[in-house]
């Protein structure tokens, strides 16, 4: 079943990001274990933009691609069967960045499952500005236990 606009809220509930590592806002479609979408605001309040880079604030690629992992992430863990469990991200492939991200950029996140095998899968990852492509390639998770849970 297909849910749209969850707010922080509901990201909250589903993965253990917090400040200032969480990089998803709002998810504005969910279809747990297929997709998901959602949006990062980009601000200049981040605290990454103080040194990436003085004057010319860019967001760094690495947290592009972490701010698509966790959409992935919540796509994989919304599904009863993997509540309480923790989506690692375990690799990178084909990944290609296009445009910078700059202060003032809503970023849309896209993430499609690809595929799953026991607890290994990998999504196929798309960030756009303003309906442009800006980065997008594939990614690989591993479904574990958390510690104590």
Not at 41 to 66: A, R, S, Y
Not at 70 to 84: P, R
Not at 98 to 119: C, I, S, W
Request: hydrophobic share 45%; aromatic share 6%.
């Amino acid at each position: 079943m297909a849910e749209d606009n969850l707010d922080i809220k509901k990201i909250l509930s589903v993965i253990p990001h917090r400040y200032p590592f969480l990089l998803v806002d709002r998810l504005t479609d969910l279809v747990p274990g297929e997709k998901a979408a959602g949006i990062k605001n980009v601000t200049i309040n981040e605290p990454f933009f103080q040194g990436h880079f003085p004057g010319e604030p860019v967001m760094p690629g690495v947290l592009i691609v972490e701010a698509l992992a966790q959409v992935g992430a919540v796509a994989i863990l919304s599904m009863a069967e993997n509540e309480g469990k923790l989506a690692l991200f375990t690799g990178i492939n084909n990944f290609r960045f296009k445009q910078m991200v700059k202060p003032g950029d809503r970023l849309e996140l896209a993430v499609t499952m690809a595929g799953m095998r026991r607890n290994m899968g990998k999504g196929e990852a798309e960030a756009k500005v303003d309906g442009k492509t800006v980065a997008g390639g594939e990614l690989w998770f591993a479904l574990v236990d958390r510690e104590g849970g």
